[in-house]
Nanobody
Framework: VQLQASGGGLVQAGGSLRLSCAASGRTFSSYSMGWFRQAPGKEREFVAA????????YSGDSMKGRFTISRDNAKNTVYFQMNSLKPEDTAVYYCVATIGQWSLPPEYWGQGTLVTVSS
C-alpha cells in the first residue's frame, strides 16, 4: 500500500490542524492505520492508531484529549484532527499502515507532513 499524507502547515499555539492520509489499493478496510511523529532532534514516536475494526489507541492521555484519529473506508483515507496545538507538537507526522490487527512496528510508511506550531 502507498500512503500520501497531507494537511501539515504552520499554526499558532492553541490552533487546530487536520491531517489526511490517502492510501492506495482496494483493501484499505483490512489495514490498521496510524500516525507517528518525529520532532527535531528526537526519536520517532507513536501517536495514535485505528485498527481495521475501528478500535482506537492513543499514545497517552494528553494525546487522547486533544487529538482524534478517524477513518473513512469509502475514501481510503485516515484523518488526524489535532486541537489545542502546542509548540511541542511541532514535528513531521507520518502516516503508517499494517495489514490486519494493529501492531508495532507498522509495515508501511508515508512520506510525512510537517506541522509547525508557533508560540
Amino acid at each position: 500500500v502507498q500512503l500520501q499524507a497531507s494537511g501539515g502547515g504552520l499554526v499558532q499555539a492553541g490552533g487546530s490542524l487536520r491531517l489526511s492520509c490517502a492510501a492506495s489499493g482496494r483493501t484499505f478496510s483490512s489495514y490498521s492505520m496510524g500516525w507517528f511523529r518525529q520532532a527535531p532532534g528526537k526519536e520517532r514516536e507513536f501517536v495514535a492508531a485505528i485498527d481495521w475494526s475501528g478500535g482506537i489507541t492513543y499514545s497517552g492521555d494528553s494525546m487522547k484529549g486533544r487529538f482524534t484519529i478517524s477513518r473513512d473506508n469509502a475514501k481510503n483515507t485516515v484523518y488526524f484532527q489535532m486541537n489545542s496545538l502546542k509548540p511541542e507538537d511541532t514535528a513531521v507526522y507520518y502516516c503508517v499502515a499494517t495489514i490486519g490487527q494493529w501492531s508495532l512496528p507498522p509495515e508501511y510508511w508515508g512520506q510525512g507532513t510537517l506541522v509547525t506550531v508557533s508560540s
